[in-house]
């Protein structure tokens, strides 16, 4: 089946940092793939959708500058959240969708915590 | 854009009883609405989905049932179990795959 890998699964970083999370698709390619972010017992907020070899598209309310991602090959996305904050910690989690078309399953990475000191 | 609303935030059964999990949604042109069990701390997995062109699908103790001219669409977990406990989001298209989820809902199993 679909395995989709994102690393790290936790990391705890300085305030003013910046943070590199990366989702990989290990037996599919992936020409969409989606980041998305939970606050603790709260639902997953869409942050952007990522695109194989063109530019992200942000929801509305997240910073493109501060959550960099880069999705430069079909079975990689990146997301680099840019001088970190306590407000940044949270749960990460990737999504990757299958190439074909009209096949709306998504194959979730296990998740990245970020804890912002 | 899309709106979900999922109700309950929490809900508790006994073993062995029903457990139904309501969510609306706004827009008329979604067209997948699948369900998802998160456990504390882990990614969200795929319980059971349901397409627009179908009414209701089950899957052993899980079932789906989807009614577009309300917009509603519904979970239901029969002969509930302790490892049932979680919690379940319900999600819906927003166009191009992109999944918009319910809020949540903390499913409690009491033995």
């Known amino acids: 089946g679909a395995v989709v890998s994102q690393h790290p699964s936790w990391v705890i970083c300085k305030s003013g940092t910046s943070v590199k999370i990366e989702c990989r698709s290990l037996d599919f390619q992936a020409t969409t793939m989606f980041w998305y972010r939970q606050f603790p017992k709260q639902s997953l907020m869409l942050m952007a959708t990522?695109?194989?070899?063109?530019?992200?598209?942000?929801e509305q309310g997240v910073e493109k500058d501060k959550f960099l991602i880069n999705h430069a090959s079909l079975t990689l996305s990146t997301l680099t959240v840019t001088s970190a904050h306590p407000e940044d910690s949270s749960f990460y989690i990737c999504s990757a969708v299958r190439g074909e078309s009209g096949a709306n399953v998504l194959t979730f990475g296990a998740g990245s915590r970020l804890t912002v000191l | 854009g899309e709106n979900v609303e999922q109700h309950p935030s929490t809900l508790s059964v006994q073993e062995g009883d029903s457990a139904v999990i309501k969510c609306t949604y706004s827009?008329?042109?979604?067209?997948?609405f699948p369900w998802y069990k998160q456990e504390l701390g882990k990614r969200p997995q795929l319980i059971i989905d349901?397409?627009?062109?179908?009414g209701e699908k089950k899957d052993q103790r899980i079932a789906v049932t989807l009614n577009k001219t309300a917009k509603h669409f519904s979970l239901h977990i029969t002969e509930t179990q302790p490892e049932d406990s979680a919690v379940y989001f319900c999600a819906v298209t927003q166009g191009a795959q992109k999944l918009v989820f319910g809020q949540g809902t903390r499913l409690t199993i009491n033995p």
């Open positions: 349901i397409r627009s062109n179908v």
């Open positions: 990522s695109n194989e070899g063109s530019k992200a598209t942000y």
């Open positions: 827009d008329s042109a979604s067209n997948y």
